[in-house]
């Protein structure tokens, strides 16, 4: 539900940062002629839409009676997350009109705020993607089944802090294998 929350109110910047962009002149032409403006924009609704992606995919997990805690805690986070990247980044179009409470881009970011904090602050939902990525079906866990491939140990033996160092090596092996060494 936050989660869907969030990704409307994305949304909402989003759209008033599309509308505003396009008729507010700066050097003599529309702010939506800039590439560095449509460049941030389009990061935005990209954004958004992968924040809106994992809603769905939770809430379909849902509907089918299937297990989805990780995916609504993963949806819960990233669109959290998202919703006051994109509200911070829609309200710096508007310039210094962007803080005023005359602008509605400062009462989305100020409500984007919230999202990471109610229901589950941020680290929580950050936990318990980690807890389940050790628990349950070894399929469902890569970090879990690594640490255990590594260890010779059951699923049930792992730690937290082992799980995190699974996530880093196995993200540390996929960021090697990207080329994309940072």
């Not at 904090?117 to 879990?144: C, H, M, R, V, W």
Request: proline share 2%; charged share 25%; net charge negative.
């Amino acid at each position: 539900r936050i989660a869907a929350q969030m990704v409307g109110l994305a949304q909402g910047a989003l759209e008033g940062a599309l509308a505003y962009v396009q008729q507010r002149e700066q050097f003599g032409q529309k702010l939506a002629e800039f590439q560095a403006v449509r460049h941030r924009l389009a990061r935005c609704a990209i954004d958004v839409e992968a924040a809106r992606l994992l809603s769905y995919n939770a809430a379909r997990l849902h509907d089918a009676s299937q297990p989805f805690l990780r995916q609504a805690a993963m949806a819960k986070w990233f669109a959290s997350e998202i919703a006051e990247r994109v509200a911070s980044e829609c309200l710096e179009l508007y310039g210094g009109v962007g803080f005023t409470t005359e602008c509605t881009a400062e009462k989305y970011l100020r409500d984007a705020k919230i999202g990471k904090i109610y229901e589950g602050t941020s680290f929580i939902q950050l936990d318990t993607i980690a807890k389940s990525l050790a628990i349950g079906n070894p399929a469902d866990g890569p970090y879990a089944l690594d640490v255990v491939r590594r260890t010779g140990g059951a699923i049930s033996d792992v730690s937290d802090d082992e799980v995190v160092e699974g996530a880093i090596k196995i993200v540390e092996k996929i960021t090697a294998c990207s080329g994309n060494g940072n």
